[in-house]
């Protein structure tokens, strides 16, 4: 069974940072794509930032320039460093992953509150 934790999520002052883990296990297919998504209250669930494989990234473009995806060498951690933080960063968070065969798996998300 395919298991995807998060973790770092809490709350910030607004410019300071956090950042969050997503722990893969379980996984029998090799991973293609990790991804940090994001759902503000009352809003739809947003990509934040993806890394392929072969360490390709993308980013939103509300978070370019101060967040940061990042994955570990064995492939089974995905990071996200945010710093410069904003009350509009204010969400739940969740890891992503789509394994080679197509099938993608969540995380159960971890909340992120910038506040004074």
């Known amino acids: 069974q395919v298991q995807l934790v998060e973790s770092g999520g809490g709350l910030v002052q607004p410019g300071g940072s956090l950042r969050l883990s997503c722990l893969v296990s379980?996984?029998?297919?090799?991973?293609?794509?990790m991804a940090w998504y994001r759902q503000a209250p009352g809003k739809e669930r947003d990509l934040v930032a993806t890394v392929t494989s072969g360490g390709s990234t993308n980013y939103a473009d509300s978070v370019k320039g101060r967040f940061t995806i990042s994955r570990d060498g064995t492939k089974k951690t995905v990071y996200l460093q945010m710093n410069s933080l904003k009350p509009e960063d204010t969400a739940v968070y969740y890891c992503?992953?789509?394994?080679?065969?197509?099938?993608?798996?969540w995380g159960q998300g971890t909340q992120v509150t910038v506040s004074s």
């Open positions: 992503q992953i789509t394994t080679w065969n197509s099938s993608t798996y």
């Open positions: 379980g996984n029998r297919f090799s991973i293609n794509r």
